[in-house]
Nanobody, 126 residues
Framework: VQLQASGGGLVQAGDSLRLSCTAS????????MGWFRQAPGKERGFVTT????????LYADSVKGRFTISRDIAKSTVYLQMNSLKPEDTAVYFC????????????????????WGQGTQVTVSS
């Protein structure tokens, strides 16, 4: 199982970015997916997650209203649309997958996920 994340970059405060994470496993809706981020000197923390059935979505308070998670089952890809970016959003962003998750469960802990992408750097300048 592989997760390939992409879409990071260097942007200015207020800009937008869209991250993508493509999975090697099928069917894609057999997994709950999440995004986490890790800033320098900090632990990897929860950003957002989408349940296996796509009906339950959770966000960290720090990104609520600015970030949106979505997925394209046919492309086995989960997206993270990030708007109104702030310097404090600077981090390496990781996608994560939990295969065979309960259909309506949303997972917010790192230990809930078995598979991780390689990370993509997002840098927001002020």
């Amino acid at each position: 199982v592989q997760l390939q994340a992409s879409g990071g970059g260097l942007v200015q405060a207020g800009d937008s970015l869209r991250l993508s994470c493509t999975a090697s496993f099928r069917p894609f809706d057999y997994a709950a997916m999440g995004w986490f981020r890790q800033a320098p000197g900090k632990e990897r923390g929860f950003v957002t997650t989408i349940s296996r059935d796509g009906r339950r979505i959770l966000y960290a308070d720090s990104v609520k209203g600015r970030f949106t998670i979505s997925r394209d089952i046919a492309k086995s890809t989960v997206y993270l649309q990030m708007n109104s970016l702030k310097p404090e959003d600077t981090a390496v962003y990781f996608c994560a997958g939990r295969i065979g998750a309960h259909s309506v469960a949303a997972y917010t802990a790192r230990d809930d996920y078995s598979y991780w992408g390689q990370g993509t750097q997002v840098t927001v300048s002020s």
